[in-house]
């Protein structure tokens, strides 16, 4: 993995380990606060039975009652809590590392991505229904880049489930699409990638292709071997989107220290390719 990575996960890490911390004394709290609860309950239920009067029998068997029913619901509730923290351990890892990121990205948790955004890049130009949760942004070399978790459903299937990305462009740029369809209706050119399921489109082939050079063609076919995921692109007017196959949420709960390392690195990857790509395409324009 790049250098620039390991610090930036180094940083992240010790963020974690902080909150995991934080999260043990608190399990400790809990469990601690449980056994008194449970202690009194034994002690409260010996009582009732060594107990000679019919009254003092009561009082006790009620009393552990009415202290297994609070601690049925306070158990319910911080055990509730403990899970909720534990799962926050991925927002929490995204949100540090996007800060440290080159240039210094933001991680919105509650922020979804407009649906106009993806209306404008035409992956689905009709749909149902669109889900995000969170959205990695910020701006490179006076590009704006945005990536997010996304669900995109019509009504009767689901048409898209990955990570979808935007950056801008500072020049316009005729409608180029880069799919894994191979598409006999559409009117536009049609150039297929030799040795690729990818299939570039566009009104004139010729015009594209001193875009969409070799060169950018064989960046974007390594990178979706190095990242182990299907990508689609499309350019047009100021705008490149991106969308890779992914089925995994990007608020996905992180389990141990390399699961949390690979799901870091592939949202910094992609923001590292996506930056450079955009460098290549502007610097084709001028």
Request: one cysteine or more; proline letters at 0%; hydrophobic letters at 40%.
């Given at each position: 993995?790049?250098k620039?990575?390991?610090?930036?996960?180094?940083?992240?890490?010790?963020?974690?380990?902080?909150?995991?911390?934080?999260?043990?004394?608190?399990?400790?709290?809990?469990?601690?606060?449980?056994?008194?609860?449970?202690?009194?309950?034994?002690?409260?239920?010996?009582?009732?039975f060594?107990?000679?009067?019919t009254?003092?029998?009561?009082?006790?068997?009620?009393?552990?009652?009415?202290?297994?029913?609070?601690?049925?619901?306070?158990?319910?509730?911080?055990?509730?809590?403990?899970?909720?923290?534990?799962?926050?351990?991925?927002?929490?890892?995204?949100?540090?590392?996007?800060?440290?990121?080159?240039?210094g990205?933001?991680?919105?948790?509650?922020?979804?991505?407009?649906?106009?955004?993806?209306?404008?890049?035409?992956?689905?130009?009709?749909?149902?229904?669109?889900?995000?949760?969170?959205?990695?942004?910020?701006?490179?070399?006076?590009?704006?880049?945005?990536?997010?978790?996304?669900?995109?459903?019509?009504?009767?299937?689901?048409?898209?489930?990955?990570?979808?990305?935007?950056?801008?462009?500072?020049?316009?740029?005729?409608?180029?699409?880069?799919?894994?369809?191979?598409?006999k209706?559409?009117?536009?050119?049609?150039?297929a990638?030799?040795?690729?399921?990818?299939?570039?489109?566009?009104?004139?082939?010729e015009?594209a292709?001193?875009?969409?050079?070799?060169?950018?063609?064989?960046?974007?076919?390594?990178?979706?071997?190095?990242?182990?995921?299907?990508?689609?692109?499309?350019?047009?007017?100021?705008?490149?989107?991106?969308r890779?196959?992914?089925?995994?949420?990007?608020?996905?709960?992180i389990?141990?220290?390399?699961?949390?390392?690979?799901?870091?690195?592939?949202?910094?990857?992609?923001?590292?390719?996506?930056?450079?790509?955009?460098?290549?395409?502007?610097?084709?324009?001028?």
């Amino acid at each position: 993995m790049e250098k620039e990575f390991e610090k930036i996960y180094e940083w992240t890490k010790e963020r974690i380990t902080r909150e995991k911390e934080s999260l043990n004394e608190f399990k400790k709290d809990v469990r601690q606060s449980e056994a008194l609860l449970i202690g009194i309950i034994i002690i409260c239920i010996i009582i009732s039975f060594i107990a000679e009067a019919t009254m003092a029998k009561y009082i006790f068997i009620t009393v552990a009652t009415m202290m297994f029913v609070f601690c049925s619901f306070y158990a319910f509730k911080y055990e509730r809590q403990i899970i909720d923290k534990q799962n926050k351990f991925s927002e929490i890892a995204l949100s540090e590392f996007a800060t440290h990121v080159k240039d210094g990205f933001t991680y919105e948790e509650n922020e979804e991505i407009s649906g106009t955004y993806y209306i404008k890049s035409g992956f689905n130009r009709q749909y149902k229904e669109l889900k995000s949760k969170g959205i990695i942004s910020g701006t490179r070399g006076n590009h704006s880049i945005s990536l997010s978790n996304i669900i995109v459903r019509s009504e009767t299937k689901e048409l898209f489930k990955g990570i979808f990305v935007y950056g801008t462009l500072n020049k316009d740029i005729k409608e180029i699409d880069l799919m894994r369809v191979n598409s006999k209706n559409n009117k536009k050119e049609k150039y297929a990638i030799d040795g690729e399921d990818l299939y570039m489109y566009a009104e004139k082939i010729e015009v594209a292709r001193k875009i969409l050079t070799d060169e950018l063609i064989n960046d974007i076919i390594n990178f979706e071997k190095k990242i182990k995921l299907n990508l689609e692109l499309m350019m047009n007017k100021k705008y490149i989107f991106f969308r890779f196959f992914d089925n995994e949420i990007i608020t996905e709960p992180i389990t141990n220290e390399k699961q949390t390392k690979e799901y870091l690195f592939k949202y910094y990857s992609i923001i590292e390719f996506i930056s450079n790509f955009i460098e290549k395409i502007e610097a084709k324009e001028e």
